[in-house]
């Protein structure tokens, strides 16, 4: 039986796995990081991940400081405005829309978007850059085992890891999570996203749209040209039944359907891409730490892809981790340290997953006179420069 050993063992090899991979590697910790399933790193190679994921100021900052960005930022599309529309009246089109311009705090664009199969090329590629960090696909975290000094973690091979801190970036469903008996609290929507790329004649302008009608926001956001057209990742929200449906659907009737929803703000959409769907739910861990573990991303938390919010807030759990572990090498692992990220993030996870919650269920009512309700309320709420600014701060994690 081979036995190894690493200063962080991450398990699951996707978005977040592969940052924090880059992140304590360049920081100068050995990393092994093991996942199951070999990563799909085209457009349309079979099973990719045709999800894009919009990068805010702070996750940018910390993949600069990764070594990562400068491979990033020729690929990936400004998010300068957010636009938020509400076309919840009897007819599908916009009756009130509020825009949020990056200019008003800083200099930067609100983030940058890209396709999570780019990503996970990209990420791959600084790996493999970095002499004390692997990425090892195909293989799995099976057991874990914990004392006070380390954590043995069994991997799928039949190796044994020996690690100063085993990180938990294992998804929804988390195998590590349940071998440290840390709960959830998961709550289901009765939602599905379908995820998929369009081309259309109106330029962006680097404008994320969010359109709000029923079952769920549809959300245009800027991605670089395709074929020379304009081009934005979608990403539709509907109640399961009819996210089914509409990916059933002959091309030529989703697309009338997508048009419908998307009120031509940019024209006649064409799908430019296959259509995949994503289950809805929001979760919860009851701890982000255990001994020797702790939890990221969606083995921590889980948020309806609404403000570009999910990845965001697992960057926000991996760079409190890395500033832990570099003021303090020596501690890396123990339980004071653990305990100060479970501290420094849980609260802030807890507040962010109910206000995301929040918002899903406005998006997703059906009635009339609520949808009326909803949107004099945005108008109520957005309409107000300080509350404008602070939400702007909130969604960046600048406050809060």
């Not at 938390?301 to 570099?326: C, E, F, K, W, Y």
């Amino acid at each position: 039986m081979q036995k190894s050993d690493v200063d962080i063992l991450i398990s699951g090899g996707g978005i977040a796995g592969l940052a924090a991979t880059c992140v304590f590697g360049q920081a100068g910790f050995s990393v092994l990081c093991v996942d199951p399933a070999p990563p799909v790193t085209t457009r349309d190679g079979a099973g990719s991940d045709l999800r894009t994921t919009a990068f805010l100021q702070p996750a940018q900052a910390l993949l600069d400081r990764a070594g990562v960005w400068t491979r990033l930022a020729p690929h990936a599309a400004d998010l300068q405005i957010m636009r938020i529309v509400d076309a919840g009246g009897v007819d599908p089109e916009p009756r009130l829309t509020r825009e949020f311009d990056a200019s008003d705090l800083s200099d930067l664009p609100f983030g940058w978007n890209l396709p999570n199969w780019l990503l996970r090329r990209e990420f791959l590629a600084r790996i493999d850059e970095l002499p004390n960090a692997e990425f090892r696909a195909g293989t799995s975290a099976t057991a874990l085992f914990t004392r006070t000094s380390e954590a043995r973690v069994t991997l799928s091979d039949g190796e044994i890891v020996s690690a100063k801190l085993a990180i938990a970036a294992d998804g929804r469903g988390s195998r590590l999570r349940e071998a440290a008996g840390i709960d959830v609290k998961t709550t289901r929507y009765g939602q599905k996203a379908l995820a998929f790329a369009v081309t259309h004649p109106i330029p962006h302008n680097n404008v994320s749209t969010e359109i709000h009608r029923s079952g769920g926001p549809f959300t245009l956001v800027p991605l670089p040209d395709h074929e020379g057209r304009p081009c934005s990742a979608v990403v539709w929200m509907e109640d399961g039944p009819e996210a089914m449906r509409l990916a059933a659907l002959p091309e030529a009737d989703f697309e009338a359907d997508m048009n419908r929803r998307s009120c031509l703000l940019l024209g006649p959409l064409s799908l430019a891409s296959r259509r995949t769907t994503w289950p809805i739910i929001s979760q919860v861990a009851e701890r982000m730490s255990a001994e020797r573990l702790a939890l990221i991303a969606e083995a921590a938390h889980v948020v309806p892809p609404i403000g570009a919010q999910g990845l965001n807030m697992s960057l926000g759990d991996l760079r409190v981790l890395l500033d832990l572990a570099t003021a303090a090498p020596e501690t890396l692992g123990s339980r004071e340290m653990l305990d100060k990220f479970h501290k420094a993030r849980h609260g802030e996870v807890r507040a962010r997953v109910a206000g995301i919650d929040l918002l899903n269920r406005a998006s997703q009512i059906h009635a009339q006179p609520l949808r009326d309700l909803r949107a004099a309320g945005l108008s109520a709420i957005y309409g107000m420069a300080p509350v404008r600014k602070m939400m702007m701060q909130m969604g960046l994690s600048t406050r809060g």
